[in-house]
């Protein structure tokens, strides 16, 4: 109930490319789905966020597709360039005492030049 | 403007010791995380704390303990390690009690347990 299920867990694609990571869980009292994006060494970092009440949210070239119906939510990156190479995971939240994170596996995602 | 520091970066430990890392943050944010960073777990919550001297447990808590006497730091303590315990551990802060509130994360602390 509590586990999100992130897919693939590795991704190569050229520079232009469309990567796509998709998410999906079970628990319905998820309210709050961000993304973070992490560099070898580094901790992770927010990248995007979306609330279960809108499916769609853009932040320059990410893009969030999420389908409450379904429970998956999607990360894609347009015009991937190869400083996007990174390691991606999605998440999905309840806040009850504080905002408890529940990760993904993450995707190794490698852009090529 | 540190904002967040963990140390130490790295640490070899032996089984059966007690070891302690620390996490401070220099925003005085209100919430602090540890979270466990393991190959094919993504990351996965140890504890957390709303304030000073206010913890409770996450999903992994067991043979962890923290402590929170002042807001700007939050230690964990491994009480006797063990080699499950060889993880990446980050440390994480946020501000306020709101669901779409940033939790802004530390380095990591890279552990290894013989």
């Known amino acids: 109930q509590q586990q999100v299920k992130q897919s693939p867990q590795s991704l190569i694609v050229q520079k232009g490319g469309i990567p796509i990571i998709n998410c999906a869980y079970e628990?319905?009292?998820?309210?709050?789905f961000p993304w973070y994006q992490q560099f070898p060494g580094k901790g992770p970092a927010l990248l995007i966020a979306?609330?279960?009440?809108?499916s769609e949210k853009k932040e320059g070239r990410f893009t969030i597709s999420f389908n409450k119906s379904a429970k998956q939510f999607s990360l894609h990156i347009m015009d991937s360039q190869p400083g996007d190479s990174a390691t991606y995971f999605c998440?999905?939240?309840?806040?009850?005492?504080?905002?408890?994170?529940?990760f993904g596996q993450g995707t190794r995602l490698t852009i090529n030049p | 403007d540190a904002g967040i520091t963990q140390s130490p970066r790295y640490k070899i430990t032996e089984t059966g010791r007690q070891v302690t890392l620390m996490c401070h943050q220099t925003?005085?944010?209100?919430?602090m995380f540890w979270y466990r960073q393991d190959l094919g777990h993504g990351l996965r919550l140890i504890y957390y704390?709303?304030?000073?001297?206010?913890?409770d447990k996450g999903e992994v808590p067991d043979g962890y303990v923290v402590s929170r006497s002042k807001t700007e730091n939050f230690p964990l303590t491994l009480e006797s390690a063990t080699r499950s315990q060889t993880s990446v551990y980050f440390c994480?802060?946020?501000?306020?009690?709101?669901?779409?509130?940033?939790?802004?994360f530390g380095p990591g602390t890279r552990l290894t347990v013989l």
């Open positions: 994480a802060s946020s501000d306020l009690a709101g669901i779409t509130d940033t939790q802004y």
């Open positions: 628990n319905t009292a998820f309210d709050y």
């Open positions: 979306i609330r279960p009440d809108v």
């Open positions: 998440a999905a939240s309840i806040f009850q005492g504080a905002q408890k994170l529940v």
């Open positions: 925003w005085s944010h209100s919430y």
């Open positions: 704390s709303a304030a000073a001297d206010i913890t």
